[in-house]
């Protein structure tokens, strides 16, 4: 990611009660981060068309009625500061229809529903995430209109320096001292190796891996935040960091992701993987690790 960069958008629509929600978020995100163009899209699954409709007259008609029916509604949702255009495309598989739009665009920020009590799944945003090359962004119908703390997720990995530079981006953009940021790290040590621990031997080792993780981050961040280092105890690293997110009531939680180089890699666990299944009305923004040239 540039140190200034102009963001393109992919604002992923599905025709559903999340569309309206997510188009409203778009313009409460560009308070947040430069961006500098929304490519609303829509794909169909040219396969599932009866044959009477695959016809390029019927495709192209099917396709003015998307754009026509979303130019209605966009521009009261969205405002008018923010560049959008309205692409629809009709590829079997709707995943690489994105990654081709994509790059078409040239996108650099994917936006996409993330639905708590509204129908469906998810699993098209698990696969993107995992294929697009650049960050995913997902927005809950739930979501805060007046944000006001972020969650830096820190696991000093190669993804610590990229969930950082987000942070700072909209720390520069946004400008307000409403907005509260916080760097937290899970600590997670592995007792089941250790079964004659005593709990007064798991809180001094606790204790002791708080320490060292917080003089480690004040040494390569001295400038950031304090980092709050939170135990998981008896939970897995993905739902102590929901729960805190929670509890916290936190808007937004940025977080690195592993991404892949083919489909026999797609649903690699991790904690990422895991924070997708776990209900949250903070937004998420996942990002990669980008190799410096």
């Not at 994509?102 to 294929?131: F, T």
């Not at 960050?135 to 610590?160: M, R």
């Not at 990229?162 to 509260?180: C, E, F, S």
Request: glycine share 4%; with cysteine; charged share 25%.
């Amino acid at each position: 990611m540039a140190s200034t960069p102009n963001i393109k958008v992919l604002a992923g629509l599905d025709l559903s009660e999340m569309d309206q929600p997510l188009i409203k978020y778009l313009k409460l995100l560009s308070e947040l981060l430069p961006l500098n163009k929304v490519t609303f899209f829509h794909n169909i699954k040219q396969s599932e068309l009866p044959e009477s409709f695959k016809s390029p007259e019927q495709l192209n008609t099917i396709a003015n009625t998307i754009k026509k029916k979303l130019e209605a509604t966009i521009p009261a949702l969205l405002g008018d500061q923010l560049p959008y255009d309205i692409e629809v495309s009709f590829e079997d598989y709707t995943e690489l229809s994105f990654s081709k739009m994509a790059k078409k665009k040239q996108i650099n920020l994917a936006v996409l529903g993330n639905k708590q009590n509204l129908e469906g799944n998810g699993g098209l945003a698990h696969k993107l995430i995992r294929m697009l090359p650049f960050e995913t962004l997902l927005v809950p119908e739930t979501y805060n209109p007046a944000p006001k703390k972020i969650i830096e997720a820190i696991d000093f990995s190669k993804y610590t320096p990229t969930v950082m530079q987000w942070g700072k981006l909209i720390k520069n953009h946004h400008q307000q001292a409403d907005l509260t940021f916080e760097p937290i790290n899970i600590s997670k040590l592995s007792w089941k190796f250790f079964p004659g621990l005593s709990n007064a031997e798991i809180r001094k080792n606790t204790q002791e891996d708080i320490k060292m993780k917080s003089e480690k981050w004040a040494k390569l961040y001295p400038n950031a935040n304090p980092l709050k280092v939170v135990p998981a105890e008896d939970k897995n690293i993905a739902s102590a960091l929901i729960q805190y997110v929670k509890k916290e009531k936190a808007d937004l939680l940025i977080m690195g992701v592993q991404g892949v180089t083919s489909v026999t890699t797609l649903f690699m666990g991790s904690v990422a993987n895991e924070v997708l299944y776990l209900e949250s009305n903070a937004c998420l923004l996942f990002v990669k690790h980008k190799i410096e040239s």
